[in-house]
Each structure stands twice: as C-alpha cells, then as structure tokens.
C-alpha cells in the first residue's frame, strides 16, 4: 500500500481548520471537550507527518527530525502527542520542556447574529501559557516554510 504526503498534510489541514472554527466561532453550541479533542487531532496530524516524509522516496533524504528537533513549535507539538499519546512522555522532550497541565476556556458571547461560542485549550509548558490555536498556526507555518524550501507540492 502507498502512502500519500498530501493525504496526510490534508489531515492537517482539514484538522487545522476545526480548530480554527473552535476557536474562532463555533456557532451557538460547543462541547466542553471540542477544543481538547481539535488541538489532539491536529497535534497527532502535524506531528505524524514527519513519519510519511521519512518514508516517501522523493523526501526521505530530508532532515525531517532536524528539523522537528530545531522548531519550538513543532518540537511542543511532539511533546503534546506523544504525552497524550502514551499516558506520559516515555522519552526525553523533544522541546527540553515539561507539560504541565491543560485548561478548556469556553465563552458565549452574544452578537447581532446571537450567541457565538468559542474554546481554546491553554498548554501550560514550564510554567509558561501557550495557545493550542497559535502554536498550531505556527506548526503550519513551519510545515509550509519546510515544504517550499525543499521544493514539496502536495496539494
């Protein structure tokens, strides 16, 4: 069976996007587990497609791992799937820091076309908040930048 990139780079996009209206307007109604379940979703997409570049011969010769390993955003993005993935980190941070915990905040605010709820998922790392939204914006970004760069069309 062949594994296509740009299948899975669209995984990451499509999942990109849920989490972007999540957190953005999602309509009247929202889940209290909608923004944990888009930021998982994402994370797994973005950082699993390091996996289907090692193993397409047109990329396999690309310093994937150097390149997850340098990226700030990417390398959280790593520590926050396999965390979730595996109950726990069972090697060292890809990011050289630790996850501490995860916090929901949902909001309902009322405008002139009624009620627009919103979720994000804060990722506190090392004491320090971060956006689930805005590091997976920059994963994007890393993605593409890498894709360009290596002259990498998938969709």
């Known amino acids: ?7 899975k780079y669209g995984s990451m996009v ?3 996007a849920r989490l972007k209206t999540i957190t953005t307007d999602a309509g009247n109604t929202i889940s209290l587990h909608a923004a944990r379940d ?3 979703d994402f994370f797994q997409h973005c950082y699993h497609l390091k996996d289907w570049l090692k193993k397409d011969s047109r990329t396999s010769q ?3 791992e150097g390149l997850i390993n340098s990226s700030q955003a ?3 993005a790593a520590d926050y799937c396999n965390s979730f993935k595996h109950g726990g980190l069972n090697k060292n941070s890809r990011s050289g820091k630790a996850i501490q915990e995860t916090n929901v905040h949902t909001t309902l605010d009322l405008t002139p076309k ?3 709820a919103t979720s994000r998922l804060e990722i ?7 956006d689930a939204f805005k590091l997976a914006a ?3 970004k890393e993605w593409d930048d890498f894709l360009a760069s290596n002259s990498i069309k998938l969709l």
């Open 62 to 64: 690309l310093d994937v």
């Open 74 to 76: 990417l390398s959280l």
């Open 124 to 130: 506190i790392i090392d004491g320090k908040s971060y």
């Open 38 to 40: 888009a930021a998982d």
């Open 138 to 140: 920059d994963c994007m």
């Open 14 to 16: 499509r999942s990109y």
């Open 1 to 7: 069976m062949e594994f296509n990139i740009s299948s």
């Open 114 to 116: 009624g009620f627009v």
